[in-house]
């Protein structure tokens, strides 16, 4: 099944890309750097997320898009890795006192 797939890329441009509910994430990935004219693959390292509540949740490359439940029209998002898996660093940052707050270690 023909999917149109409206893709935010990491410079703010809003990309439309037809593909197949076949095709893998990673093979979309690759179609979305050729289209951004990133023929070499040296281009920033990214990963592609769906949009879940407040949050992106990254989609598993190995995965078919009809696998993901991604459907027709899906609205879909180029985000660096580490702003792709929030909730981990949420977790981390919950937990580490901000360097203000930490004891200054005194010098000899």
């Known amino acids: 099944m023909a999917l149109q797939l409206q893709i ?7 990309l439309t890309l037809a593909a197949s509910s076949t095709d893998t994430v990673s093979a979309l990935a690759m179609r979305l750097r050729r289209a ?8 920033p390292a990214f990963c592609l997320c769906h949009a879940k509540g407040d949050s992106f949740m990254p989609l598993d490359e190995s995965m078919s898009l009809a696998a993901l439940g991604v459907r027709d029209g899906a609205r879909l998002f180029a985000r660096r890795p580490q702003h792709a898996a929030g909730a981990t660093f949420e977790a981390t940052y919950e937990t580490t006192a901000p360097a203000f707050l930490q004891q200054a270690v005194p010098t000899a």
Do not use: A
Request: proline share 0%.
């Open 36 to 43: 951004c004219g990133d023929v070499t693959n040296t281009g």
């Open 8 to 14: 935010c890329t990491l410079k703010g441009q809003t």
